[in-house]
């Protein structure tokens, strides 16, 4: 080969090269360096016809909002707002809890996930940052033992970026126990019906949890329950309520938390009836695991018991029992236009105060 023909043959590898993407890049989630993303935990579900786990993600993608005037005003409004007048307020843990609510949500992102070797490509943000996607995963590529053990993925960064955002899913077999619990005022004091306290417990003082509440799941939990959290709490107090749940000793399990955001309409939906939201939840919960068996652990402060009743009565194969704790007073709201929901069936009712009450129901009765 001649010289002026290598020569040749150099050059075009070179502008080859300088035009051809580069792969890693191509693969990359495009996450800037001043940008987050934060995965919230999912379970996945096997196909009808058994070959395969459909394995959902879901997460959101923002810009922290840097320090400046204009965050300190808005912290500084929505603190008054919260608790003008208690004194003592530790604005650190405030600013800790309220900085999910001044982010920068980014729309048009399409991250992807590696799990082993294989690279997901999920659906792109939305105006709220949040993305979501299912993955196809054949249940030859998984280990024998895959019912009951938990997925991680990790998002593919551009070259260069060493951080990691994990995403985690459990997968649920067809067959077996599922608990689905509330939150607030079920395993953690809010105090729904006292506005004032709600959001100091929200925003201002440090979670606590229902005494023995953490205890009497993990005396349900044999390695092989589902737990599935649905809240109406918004999905910027994830990051808050998932340490919380770890640190109290809570089971894990998948979230289902309201979409809540200044500038739209979620905005007001985050008042809105909690049936509106927990109702369509929770049926496609049980929709997506036709074959297990479910407890229902609420509370009487915000219509749980009422709420689980009417799953009951859509899911009657379905929903062994239902546990309601009783608390002092239910959550008021001015213009209440929440459904009239019927009481829940009394032959699978238990109300209780004293969460080790929950320890004397054996959750296997009936397998």
Known sequence: MSLKVQRYLLLWAFVWLWILPDPAAALSSKVKSNEQIVFFPTSGHIEPNGTAWRVPIHGWVFEPEPES?????ATRLLLSGVKPEMEGVDEALFRQRSRMFLVDSERGKQPRVRLGARVFKLEQSGANGHFSGELQLARLDLPA??????????????PGDERIFSATARLVGPKGLSIISDIDDTVKVSEVANRNELLANTFLRPFRGVPGMAEAYRNWNDGSVAFHYVSAS???LYPALSSFMAEAGFPRGSYHLKTFRLKDETFLDLFACSEDFKVPEIEAILRRYPGRKFLLVGDSGERDPEIYGEIARRF?????????REVAAKAHHEDDDCADLPAPPADRLTVFRNAADLTRFDPFVGD
């Open 69 to 73: 005037a204009w965050r300190d005003v």
């Open 145 to 158: 033992a895959a019912e009951g053990t938990w997925l991680t993925f990790e998002a593919v960064l551009p």
């Open 316 to 324: 009657p194969d379905q929903v062994r029992h239902i546990f309601n």
């Open 234 to 236: 918004p999905w910027q």
